[in-house]
């Protein structure tokens, strides 16, 4: 079973700040937390991942709480094209490094 | 760099044919996986292999068949197709484990009628 909780869905406002939570309270010291992203039935689309520090690349950023049970992706200006299902992941360490894929969150960006 | 090519892009199938899902990637990746996505929901993992001649099954192995004779192939075999079987497969490869991405194909539409 996925190891992560996320809400169902989320609106944001086009131009303001997307924050999408993730709860991963059983997460191991050696676990990843990553998040993906698809666009209607297209390939997830990788965003960015971490360990225990904070992250931050040209899509996102990703903010790690201090006891690792729990993240937040920012997408710091949404656009329309940021309309999409949210996956955040804990990968497995070990049996091949496997994701386990939740629910997800669809997010809708709105004009 | 092509990444992950998977083909055919869509199938149909009737009950009880066989056919292959072809996977390649040219990233030169150990870490290869098959993934079914039903309408609504998120991704299960079918099997997966840590490298050429290694393979090992995910959540929801059964009516599929992997094989991995070379590190860039990685096939997906459907004997007998159901009607359940209908989805959307997609591939993906990962250079290692912890902290390495997972890339992921465009997908395979399999219809089973």
């Known amino acids: 079973d996925a190891k992560t909780t996320q809400p169902t869905s989320m609106d944001c406002a086009e131009g303001r700040a997307a924050n999408l939570p993730c709860n991963h309270s059983?997460?191991?010291?050696?676990?990843?937390v990553y998040w993906y992203r698809q666009i209607h039935s297209q390939g997830p689309q990788y965003i960015i991942h971490g360990l225990k520090n904070n992250e931050t690349n040209e899509m996102a950023s990703l903010i790690i709480t201090e006891d690792r049970k729990s993240s937040t992706l920012i997408l710091p200006h949404a656009t329309l094209r940021d309309t999409a299902v949210y996956y955040c992941i804990v990968r497995v360490a070990g049996q091949g490094g496997k994701l386990i894929f939740g629910q997800g969150t669809e997010l809708s960006v709105k004009p | 760099n092509a990444g992950v090519t998977q083909t055919p892009k869509f199938r149909i199938l009737k009950i009880g044919q066989s056919m292959t899902l072809q996977c390649t990637q040219d990233m030169n990746h150990n870490y290869m996986y098959w993934y079914r996505q039903d309408p609504g929901m998120g991704l299960k993992l079918i099997y997966y292999?840590?490298?050429?001649?290694?393979?090992d099954k995910g959540e929801v192995p059964n009516g599929y068949n992997v094989s991995r004779s070379t590190t860039e192939d990685f096939p997906l075999r459907l004997e007998l197709a159901a009607p359940s079987q209908t989805s959307v497969y997609f591939c993906a490869s990962s250079p290692g484990q912890a902290g390495n991405t997972i890339y992921f194909g465009e997908g395979s539409w399999l219809t089973v009628v």
């Open positions: 059983t997460i191991s010291g050696n676990e990843y």
């Open positions: 292999s840590v490298g050429a001649g290694i393979t």
